[in-house]
């Protein structure tokens, strides 16, 4: 069981916008920055989003991230077909004192 | 270009301690936390805890405290990570990442396979 909630999987078609929740509390996402990762498979993971809503230089604008109260999303517009990946978000815990992630959402491209 | 190396995949017996590298270059090496984070099979991500390659100070996940070490050797940018008391439930990839701010990991060694089996 996670700390941080995440939806099991999403999907959409080409060209849809496709939104993605991570849940949490106040130890973690609500007093704390989110970062999300992208993982393609049978790869290491990928920096995403970092403080909530900044894009890593490289990123595509396609990705955007934002943060309220003790959840977080990500959105991806113009969904590709190479968007099919894990996606998790992770953040401080204050009461664990170390980062924690969400279970990771599987992105399927219809 | 920021590369971080780890070693080779490991077989290991339940009880038996295994010791994962990372190799980083492309950077300096004392000025960035490095974490590790596991993946067990088809399972999600999992922090184990950082090290501060200046100082040697460590942070430990709540659930590694006392089965885990981290250490480092600055002479060759080199950090470990040392798991010891192996169970069959710890086999996974384990990774070696580079803290670029406050936990946001922004590169990733390509991960070490440890198998735990009798």
């Known amino acids: 069981q996670s700390v941080l909630t995440q939806p099991p999987s999403a999907s959409g078609t080409p060209g849809q916008r496709v939104i993605i929740s991570c849940s949490g509390s106040?130890?973690?996402?609500?007093?704390?920055?989110v970062n999300w990762y992208q993982q393609l498979p049978g790869t290491a993971p990928k920096l995403l989003i970092y403080?909530?809503?900044q894009r890593p230089s490289g990123v595509p604008d396609r990705f955007s991230g934002s943060k309220s109260g003790t959840s977080a999303s990500l959105a991806i517009s113009g969904l590709q077909s190479e968007n099919e990946a894990d996606y998790y978000c992770?953040?401080?815990?204050?009461?664990?004192?170390?980062?924690?992630f969400g279970g990771g959402t599987k992105l399927t491209v219809l | 270009q920021v590369q971080l190396v780890q070693s080779g995949a490991e077989v290991k017996k339940p009880g038996a301690s295994v010791k994962v590298s990372c190799k980083a270059s492309?950077?300096?090496?004392?000025?960035?936390?490095m974490h590790w984070v596991r993946q067990a099979p088809g399972q999600g991500l999992e922090w184990m805890g950082r090290?501060?390659?200046?100082?040697?100070?460590?942070n430990f996940a709540q659930r590694f405290q006392g089965r885990v070490t981290m250490t480092r050797d600055t002479s060759i940018s080199t950090a470990y990570m040392e798991l010891s008391r192996l169970r069959s439930d710890d086999t996974a990839v384990y990774y070696c990442?580079?803290?670029?701010?406050?936990?946001?990991?922004?590169?990733w060694g390509q991960g070490t396979l440890v198998t735990v089996s009798s």
């Open positions: 990442t580079r803290d670029q701010i406050w936990g946001s990991f922004d590169y």
């Open positions: 492309g950077y300096t090496f004392t000025g960035y936390y």
């Open positions: 090290i501060n390659p200046n100082s040697g100070g460590t």
């Open positions: 106040s130890s973690n996402i609500g007093s704390n920055t």
């Open positions: 403080s909530n809503d």
């Open positions: 992770a953040a401080w815990d204050d009461s664990l004192n170390g980062w924690v």
